[in-house]
Nanobody, 122 residues
């Protein structure tokens, strides 16, 4: 069993910053990709940013230059530093992990966190 637990969401004014964290625990052999997605009311879940085990990153165009994703492989934790927040960044942010659960390379799976609310409003 694998769990992803997010923290760091909240209410912030436009232009403000938040740092989201997500720690993975449980039966984990290795984590290939960790990332963040978000879902605003009435919209589909969308990619925010991902980071591979080797450090390669990918960002949505809407957050480039404002958000930074990083990870601590020793702690199985991924972070999302969000700066210059805009009202349109308001959403539930979900942590994601694509990982291997044991020594068998075929035993891979995707996991999601429960979500953390980010609200950008004055």
């Amino acid at each position: 069993q694998v769990q992803l637990v997010e923290s760091g969401g909240g209410l912030v004014q436009p232009g403000g910053s938040l740092r989201l964290s997500c720690a993975a625990s449980g039966s984990i052999f290795s984590i290939s990709v960790m990332g963040w997605f978000r879902q605003a009311p009435g919209k589909q879940r969308e990619l925010v940013a991902t980071i591979a085990n080797g450090g390669g990153t990918n960002y949505a165009d809407s957050v480039k230059g404002r958000f930074t994703i990083s990870r601590d492989n020793a702690k199985n934790t991924v972070y999302l530093q969000t700066n210059s927040l805009k009202p349109e960044d308001t959403a539930v942010y979900y942590c994601y992990a694509y990982l291997r659960v044991d020594y068998d390379p075929a035993n891979v799976a995707e996991y999601w966190g429960q979500g953390t609310q980010v609200t950008v409003s004055s």
